[in-house]
């Protein structure tokens, strides 16, 4: 059982590794000229230019990456109870 916890909290760690690299490269592009936000509303952006020359909207970026974020820290804090858990078990055999 203790193995089990310990490769949950491994999987867990790399998880959120990876979403957080994700957050930390993700751009969304902006809107094409004439397109309506899909909730309707009015929409305005900011758009900014990367150091490649790619354009992104950057309110709906950090969105985005907010988003992302939160879900990487949700899999560390599963990493880290688990971890725990893995310790408060005993030895098997």
């Known amino acids: 059982m203790?193995?089990?916890f310990t490769w949950i909290s491994i999987g867990a760690g790399f998880a959120a590794a990876a979403l957080w690299w994700w957050a930390s490269i993700l751009k969304v592009p902006p809107?094409?000229?004439?397109k309506v936000a899909a909730d309707g509303g009015d929409y305005a952006a900011i758009i900014e230019t990367d150091?490649?020359?790619?354009?992104?909207?950057?309110?709906?970026?950090?969105?985005?990456?907010?988003?992302?974020?939160a879900l990487g820290?949700?899999?560390?804090?599963a990493a880290a109870a688990c971890q725990a858990l893995a310790q408060m078990l005993p030895d098997a055999g």
């Open 31 to 34: 809107l094409p000229a004439g």
């Open 2 to 4: 203790k193995n089990i």
């Open 51 to 69: 150091p490649t020359g790619r354009e992104y909207d950057l309110l709906a970026t950090v969105r985005k990456q907010s988003k992302v974020n």
């Open 73 to 77: 820290a949700g899999f560390a804090s």
